[in-house]
């Protein structure tokens, strides 16, 4: 009997034990799922001169709430040792709750010869990546700008948008991927003054402001010009000395405002550059995504578009 009266209490024992590994499983279940800090560089190396850009996010295994995400940061170290810190805030639409990735990086303005790092990091979770920024000849020999003249198709009330390129290299040929050819987009205005309720108007303009026609469904989608995809990307070829223009109507950008144009707008472009030896003696460089802006004064009323 006292046999089965010790056996019968380890058994209670091992079920309370069972029980209470039970409730700390659930337990552990309903903690807040952790975020995990996401970092991709495409590129060891970036042009001076060249706007740098790469990917930062987030992802978790688990569905994560917005009330409950404390915001991950992105470090930036430039070459001197100064840093600057950015979160990562929970994206305004779309859903987060897995996760989410974005474009982030530095303006070709705000780069400098020498060696970057890029650091994540989620609670005491970080990733981190480098890049060095090196000066490129054929980048500093690649000229573009915007111009903005009245008048456009006849109608004097809108305003002729010319963007211009020229390959000044004396060795390298530049291959100009079409604006509007990838799926981000690729010039854009915004009121630069006027009345305070037009001034966060910004659009970019449509592909067939530049000759393309709109993707079709389930067409593939690029974000850079690239070897492998030039053959698929709309692009003109720029010899040593060659130039090209694309001219457009400011109107067909426009969609925020009614029965005129603001005082003036600002125009601003990403152009996706590839560089290559001259006549094909080498590999293709790049690819490269490189800035272009400018601020006009405006007159006018818009009229009928």
Same mark, same amino acid.
């Given at each position: 009997m006292r046999r089965y009266r010790d056996r019968l209490t380890a058994l209670v024992a091992a079920a309370? /034990?069972?029980l209470a590994g039970v409730g700390e499983a659930a337990q552990?279940?309903?903690a807040a799922p952790q975020p995990r800090p996401v970092l991709e560089i495409p590129k060891a190396t970036y042009a001076l001169g060249e706007k740098v850009f790469y990917w930062v996010g987030v992802k978790s295994d688990a569905p994560m709430s917005r009330e409950a995400y404390e915001p991950c940061e992105e470090t930036v170290v430039g070459p001197g040792g100064d840093s600057t810190s950015r979160p990562l805030e929970w994206p305004l639409d779309g859903f987060g709750d897995y996760g989410w990735r974005g474009g982030s990086g530095l303006a070709a303005h705000e780069t400098i010869v020498g060696t970057y790092q890029v650091r994540v990091t989620c609670a005491d979770e970080t990733v981190t990546g480098g890049f060095e920024v090196e000066p490129f000849a054929p980048v500093d020999d690649f000229g573009a700008d915007f111009a903005v003249s009245d008048g456009c198709n006849g109608r004097q009330t809108d305003h002729r948008v010319s963007l211009s390129v020229r390959n000044y290299s /004396?060795?390298?040929d530049a291959y100009v991927a079409? @604006? %509007?050819s990838l799926s981000s987009p690729m010039v854009w205005f915004s009121t630069a003054s006027g009345p305070p309720e037009r001034a966060s108007c910004h659009s970019s303009f449509p592909e067939t402001a530049f000759g393309l026609e709109? @993707?079709?469904v389930g067409s593939p989608l690029y974000f850079d010009l690239t070897p492998e995809n030039l053959e698929s990307v709309p692009h003109v070829v720029l010899t040593p000395g060659q130039g090209h223009q694309?001219?457009?109507c400011l109107s067909q950008g426009v969609s925020c405002f009614d029965d005129s144009f603001p005082d003036s707008v /600002?125009? %601003?472009a990403?152009?996706?550059v590839l560089f290559r030896p001259a006549a094909g003696a080498g590999d293709y460089l790049g690819p490269m995504r490189i800035p272009v802006s400018g601020e006009f004064s405006l007159r006018g009323e818009r009229g009928e578009v």
């Open positions: 309370i /034990a069972s552990d279940t309903d /004396a060795d390298h079409t @604006p %509007g709109p @993707p079709r694309w001219s457009f /600002a125009l %601003g990403v152009l996706h």
